[in-house]
């Protein structure tokens, strides 16, 4: 079927958008919402303002970005989207947590959860919870960010859905840490690595790898330490993902310092070319301090 202008118009706003043109891609948005107003299409007019206001939030102008949510909200209610409404509802959940405004937060959040309970999409449920926790996570309220966490993990595992379990493990083991329980935090991060490899995850498995490699450093475990480096920098460098394999590999030459300096130089050295390539100067000093202080 052949698009419409205002389909047209949407196209060539989100094609601005993935080329970097910000200013023009939010007004192929605006002229989007408004051909589809004049069609009387409210749920096209929802949808380029939801999209319009991804790309405000993106910005950092949050009010905008509100504004947009609230109007599209209006369009999806009546005609019973529940769906579309509760992902809303989640954005705007987002942005006041964005706004350290936990109460808000929280009213968006659970008016959202209920809307993916009442139409039970369980898996959109818990990344409603997900979020929700972290909301709390960050107000300080540890207690609650744990039992949010546990809930969503629960339902991802209900709905099938392995990563977004992950996610939520790799949430929780923050959260366990804080609290001093570093066995429990060890365990839902072995199980996240676990789903990430099974679903073919690379870059969730590294950086799960690389919270572990922390958390097993906290508790004075150097063997342990090693390999989980060595494998998280390993599969940042099949990614291409030159930061991480950069940071991996400065980890695992401080770590090599004192039992083999000639491996630990090259690791040091390795990881400070990587930082260059990065345009990471001080890290790229530190690393090439770290290893020229090595004897040779």
Known sequence: MPKNEA??????????????????????????????RERNDGYGE????????DLEARLGHL?????????????????????EEAAVLARLGELAHRQHDTDAAR?????????????????????????????????????????????????????????????ALRKLAGVERRMGRPDHAHGSLQKAA????????RLG????LQALAALLKSNGDPAAVAAKT????QLYAELGHLRGEAEMLYELGL????????????????????????????????AQEAADALPR
């Open 194 to 201: 676990e789903l990430y490899r099974e679903q073919g995850d």
């Open 107 to 167: 009213q968006y959040y659970q008016a959202a959860r209920e809307l993916m309970a009442a139409i039970s999409d369980v898996s959109g449920e818990a990344h409603v919870l997900k979020r929700l926790g972290h909301a709390e996570e960050e107000a300080g309220n540890q207690d609650v960010a744990l039992d949010l966490y546990l809930r969503a993990r629960a339902l991802y595992r209900q709905a099938g859905d392995a990563l977004g379990e992950a996610g």
């Open 7 to 36: 389909d047209q118009a949407m196209s060539e706003a989100e094609r601005l958008w993935l080329q970097g043109e910000e200013q023009r891609a939010r007004e192929a948005y605006r002229r989007a919402r408004m051909l589809y």
């Open 255 to 286: 770590l090599e310092a004192a039992e083999n300096p000639a491996r630990a130089r090259r690791h040091l050295e390795h990881a400070a070319r990587l930082f260059r390539q990065e345009g990471l100067e001080d890290r790229r000093h530190r």
């Open 63 to 83: 009010d905008s970005a509100r504004q947009c949510y609230i109007e599209a909200r209006e369009l999806y209610t009546p005609a019973a989207d529940q769906h």
């Open 230 to 233: 060595e494998r998280a920098a």
């Open 46 to 53: 929802a949808q380029a303002l939801t999209q319009l206001g």
């Open 205 to 208: 498995e590294a950086r799960t």
